[in-house]
């Protein structure tokens, strides 16, 4: 089963980046699965953000996104990544990595078929 742990997370001020990190070990199917970004902001739902499929390379993101993330797979280091620019206040949650199977739209987010194995999360602030 793959191990996820994500680092990276802190305080940043609106328009400000980030980084976050999404290590994985451990045995992958790299088949058809991805890597998912998703985040929670207190009182609101889980939510799916940007995904990585292993077997094309193809990446996937929310609308509230778009433009403004993006995923990438580092193979030296075994991450994925999620590069955050123009942040606003309203990315301000826990945000988690996730092994899924089959990513897709749904209602401007990214749902999954199923999901595996969660990651610990970490946590985005973004100051007004």
């Known amino acids: 089963q793959v191990q996820l742990v994500e680092s990276g997370g802190g305080l940043v001020q609106s328009g400000g980046s980030l980084r976050l990190s999404c290590a994985v070990s451990g045995s992958t199917n790299e088949e058809y699965y991805a890597i998912g970004w998703f985040r929670q902001a207190p009182g609101n739902e889980r939510e799916g953000i940007a995904s990585f499929s292993h077997h094309d390379g193809a990446a996937r993101y929310a609308d509230d996104v778009k433009g403004r993330f993006t995923i990438s797979r580092d193979n030296i280091k075994n991450t994925v990544d999620l590069q955050m620019d123009n942040v606003k206040p309203e990315d301000t949650a826990v945000y988690y990595c996730?092994?899924?199977?089959?990513?897709?739209?749904?209602?401007?987010?990214?749902?999954?078929?199923?999901?595996?194995?969660w990651g610990q999360g970490t946590q985005v602030t973004v100051s007004s």
């Open positions: 996730a092994e899924g199977w089959a990513p897709y739209s749904c209602s401007g987010y990214l749902c999954y078929d199923s999901i595996d194995s």
